[in-house]
């Protein structure tokens, strides 16, 4: 990988006003985590409704599922260590001032439900080592802590029933899991359509796919 230019080494100082937001490790990850997951969601359609949707064979979404699941966890181990080893992990750092991050976390819902169609400035000013506004960063904070967890190792205890049978019995049955799979499923398929709407709520309704693309945020009109 060739050296960061001047720009990302300065993030703070892009030209026309840019900040570098999404460094090149993170922009992969993000466009590989969402074609795995929307596969995955693709496959778990055709596996659960199998009845009413004929996209592929079942034996075909069978394998499918269970190949791109084991990636989409391998991926999921890239980002974390990703994080883990650089700078970047103040992004998903926890308030622990409560007062002050719910004071922010009302204020950004706010902003979203009444103050952005009424042209105000955005009350959370974005920043590489911060990038993430109190109603992100909780989505973010759970989605990949505890949602992306859990699904994963639901995921794997239905892969190989036999295998995992002791862990499966440990938290009720194989319905048990097989419920909090779906559950899981569920709530990823509402995020993704959250985030698809979140992503055009930028300067412009292409901004924030942009800058997952480029990498660098488009300036906001706060005058």
């Known amino acids: 990988m060739s050296p960061p230019s001047a720009m990302e080494q300065n993030p703070g100082k892009a030209q026309d006003q840019k900040i570098y937001l999404h460094p090149l ?6 466009w590989v985590n969402a ?11 055709q596996l659960r409704y199998v009845d009413l949707f ?6 075909t979404a069978v394998h499918l599922h269970n190949w791109i699941g084991f990636f989409v966890i391998a991926n999921w ?3 974390f260590f990703y994080y883990l080893t650089s700078d970047k992990i103040t992004n998903y750092h926890p308030d622990l001032n409560a007062a002050s991050f719910f004071e922010r976390f009302f204020r950004q819902a706010q902003f979203y439900g009444q103050g952005i169609f009424m042209g105000q400035k955005r009350p959370h000013d974005v920043h590489p080592s911060n990038k993430f506004n ?3 960063k909780l989505t973010y904070q759970f989605m990949m802590f505890i949602t992306v967890p859990i699904t994963f190792i639901s995921g794997l205890m239905m892969w190989d029933v036999e295998r995992f049978s002791a862990l499966i019995e440990l938290v009720g ?16 398929v509402m995020f993704m359509f959250v985030h698809a709407y979140m992503g055009m709520l930028g300067p412009k309704p292409s901004s924030h796919y942009k800058e ?12």
């Open 25 to 30: 490790p993170v922009r992969i990850w993000h």
């Open 35 to 45: 074609a795995g997951f929307l596969l995955l969601i693709l496959t778990g359609f």
């Open 77 to 79: 181990f890239l980002w």
């Open 212 to 223: 997952m693309i480029t990498g660098y945020e488009e300036p906001h009109d706060e005058d």
């Open 134 to 136: 109190p109603m992100q």
């Open 54 to 59: 004929s996209l592929m064979s079942f034996e």
């Open 173 to 188: 049955g194989i319905r048990v899991v097989n419920t909090v799979h779906v559950l899981m499923f569920i709530m990823f």
